[in-house]
């Protein structure tokens, strides 16, 4: 049972996922199945791999606040109407 690298060309999550026998993984963010299966690094890290995470992070945190700052917005907008 392998774990498995993958980016979806549908909303660009990267994320990891345990593969089982031929079942067709899907993305955990938006449902899509159209991935793009990575290279997986190996567990040695490197002065790459640590910057590509906190950038990552850095975007996945961004997204989140985003999202939450429309929703009150939203929520603000809506209640005044």
């Given amino acids: 049972m392998p774990i498995y690298e993958y ?9 990891e ?9 899907k993305c955990p963010e938006c449902e ?3 991935l793009e299966r990575l290279m ?3 567990a040695v890290s490197s002065d790459g791999t ?6 990552d992070g850095r975007k996945k ?13 939203e929520a603000i907008h809506h209640h005044h109407h």
Avoid: I, M, W
Wanted: net charge neutral; proline share 2%.
């Fill in 61 to 73: 945190a961004q997204k989140t606040q985003d999202e939450k700052a429309h929703a009150e917005h």
């Fill in 32 to 34: 899509a199945t159209d």
């Fill in 7 to 15: 980016e979806c060309r549908e909303c660009q999550n990267r994320f």
């Fill in 50 to 55: 640590r910057k590509r995470n906190l950038e």
């Fill in 40 to 42: 997986s690094l190996s």
């Fill in 17 to 25: 996922l345990l593969v089982l026998g031929s079942t067709t993984p």
